[in-house]
């Protein structure tokens, strides 16, 4: 075998494997994304119906329910444009209450409840997640802050 030929070898064996490598981790980081949804688009069945999602929007007030002794809490979601009932089962971050905005990352009920397993509350009276922001501002609900 003629050196130019082992040099072209090698080379396309570097190729092959950087390329093998690139869509490994592709592969990888398509399974670990996590989309963010509204309630309207939940409410329009613009979610997905298998997959693990976020949503985000406001905690309705009044909406809030929680058993004595049991972790499970149901409280539902709007954008003020739709409603999606929640259920989480868990400890809630201590700043999450009814009126505030939230991010839950979980996945969407066949009965059209999302089953959250984890839930995110803004961590001050001037933040809200950038998503929820825009989301409630499209909608026509509340002017976020800045």
């Known amino acids: 075998m003629t050196p130019r030929r082992k040099r072209m070898l090698v080379v396309f064996g570097i190729l092959g494997g950087v390329a093998a490598s690139v869509a490994l981790?592709?592969?990888a980081g398509?399974?670990?994304i996590s989309f963010y949804y509204d309630p309207t688009q939940v409410a329009l069945g613009k979610a997905p119906a298998t997959k693990r999602f976020r949503i985000g929007g406001?905690?309705?007030k009044g909406s809030v329910q929680r058993k004595p002794g049991d972790l499970t809490v149901h409280f539902v979601l709007t954008d003020f444009a739709?409603?999606?009932?929640?259920?989480y089962t868990g400890v809630l971050p201590d700043l999450f209450r009814e009126g505030q905005g939230i991010i839950a990352h979980g996945t969407l009920g066949p009965n059209g409840v999302f089953v959250a397993d984890e839930v995110l509350a803004k961590h001050d009276e001037?933040?809200?997640p950038p998503e929820v922001a825009a989301s409630l501002k499209n909608?026509?609900?509340v002017k976020p802050r800045t």
Do not use: L, S
Request: without cysteine; proline residues 5%.
């Open 25 to 27: 981790a592709v592969v």
């Open 30 to 32: 398509r399974q670990n």
């Open 58 to 60: 406001m905690v309705v």
């Open 82 to 87: 739709h409603q999606v009932p929640v259920t």
């Open 126 to 128: 001037k933040y809200m």
């Open 139 to 141: 909608k026509g609900g």
